[in-house]
């Protein structure tokens, strides 16, 4: 019995090995990986396009009315929960959520109209 057990623990143990062992041989070194993948830095278009789109938003906002633009402003700038928006600007929860609605509406109108109009 003890030689059946030790044979089983023989078995795992060089199976356990056998994975390090592959892993090791087929590892690839970490500086040729780092070369070979794409840096993180945004090329000088796509900070062009994101400024871009952050001034089309920053131009439908400008547009809100006043409580739909600090509730807007409050929940996506500061991201702020709905109970305490409502806590800072006086208003019911289920007002801010009236005003969050519409000014989201607003917003994503606006900006189809600015891209509508630029095409």
Known sequence: MR???NLQKDYWRDRRMQFWRETQANAID???ASESLPSGERSPESQMLIRE???MV???VDNLSM???SVFLLRYMDELQLNEI???TGLKVGAVK???RRALLKVR???EEVDRLRK
């Open 98 to 100: 009236v005003y969050m």
């Open 3 to 5: 030689i059946a057990i």
């Open 53 to 55: 789109q952050a001034a």
């Open 86 to 88: 409502g806590r800072r």
């Open 109 to 111: 109108k606006g900006l």
């Open 58 to 60: 920053w131009e439908v």
């Open 30 to 32: 970490f500086d040729l």
């Open 67 to 69: 409580r739909e633009r």
